[in-house]
């Protein structure tokens, strides 16, 4: 998996032959088959794995920094952008993924990461009497879709730090107007 992730990162998806993938795991091209069905299917386990570390490293350093839980939504979202402006996110799930799973199996690769991470951010939010707790799922899935377009855009700018600074501007405001006492 690493010998994958590195190699798509590095050239993309395209650019990658599963006999360069198993040269570079020390592994025979059969081995590489015998686990994944093609080469596809070697790129989604390896977008999976990227999906995993980015969400244990967000739900990491989003406990180490928020100081009130409601934050979580504004903090997270930061480290989200950082995990993925890594080079293997970018590449992987930014660049090449939709192209290669079809936008469908993209974005229900990441709903554990709309689940696991925006829920329950938005649950403390709901927590605090800010919004009902009806809304939680649909706006996991609004507040996910507007930071993967974000995420897009940076991925895909021609000036990614400058891109990098509206998205996250963007969006923090976006998610700081669900920190607001609700109308009366």
Same mark, same amino acid.
């Given at each position: 998996?690493?010998? %994958?992730?590195n190699? +798509?990162? /590095?050239r993309?998806?395209?650019d990658?032959?599963v006999?360069?993938? /198993? %040269?570079?795991?020390?592994?025979?091209?059969?081995?590489?088959?015998?686990? +994944?069905?093609d080469?596809? #299917?070697?790129?989604?386990?390896a977008?999976? =794995?990227?999906l995993? #570390?980015i969400?244990a490293?967000?739900?990491?350093?989003?406990?180490?920094?928020?100081?009130?839980?409601?934050?979580? @939504?504004v903090?997270? !979202?930061? @480290?989200?952008? #950082?995990?993925?402006? =890594?080079?293997? !996110?970018?590449?992987?799930?930014?660049?090449?993924? *939709?192209?290669?799973?079809g936008?469908?199996?993209?974005? $229900?690769?990441?709903?554990?990461?709309?689940?696991?991470?925006?829920?329950?951010?938005?649950?403390?939010?709901a927590?605090?009497?800010? @919004? *009902?707790?009806h809304?939680i799922?649909?706006? %996991?899935?609004?507040? +996910?879709?507007a +930071?993967?377009?974000g995420?897009?855009q940076?991925?895909?700018?021609? $000036? *990614?730090?400058?891109? =990098?600074?509206?998205?996250?501007s963007?969006?923090?405001?976006? %998610?700081?107007?669900?920190?607001?006492?609700?109308?009366?």
């Open positions: 998996m690493a010998a %994958a992730r190699l +798509f990162a /590095a993309g998806y395209a990658v032959s006999d360069e993938i /198993a %040269a570079a795991a020390g592994l025979t091209k059969g081995a590489v088959y015998y686990q +994944f069905t080469k596809t #299917d070697l790129f989604r386990a977008c999976e =794995s990227v995993d #570390d969400m490293h967000v739900a990491k350093e989003t406990m180490d920094h928020v100081a009130h839980a409601t934050d979580e @939504i903090t997270g !979202a930061d @480290i989200l952008f #950082d995990a993925y402006e =890594s080079k293997h !996110a970018r590449r992987l799930m930014l660049m090449d993924g *939709p192209a290669v799973l936008h469908t199996q993209w974005t $229900n690769m990441q709903e554990k990461l709309r689940v696991g991470l925006g829920e329950h951010a938005l649950g403390h939010v927590d605090a009497g800010l @919004i *009902p707790k809304m799922p649909m706006l %996991a899935h609004l507040l +996910f879709g +930071f993967t377009q995420a897009l940076i991925a895909t700018a021609d $000036n *990614p730090s400058l891109a =990098s600074k509206q998205a996250r963007a969006y923090k405001r976006l %998610a700081q107007g669900l920190l607001a006492k609700p109308p009366r």
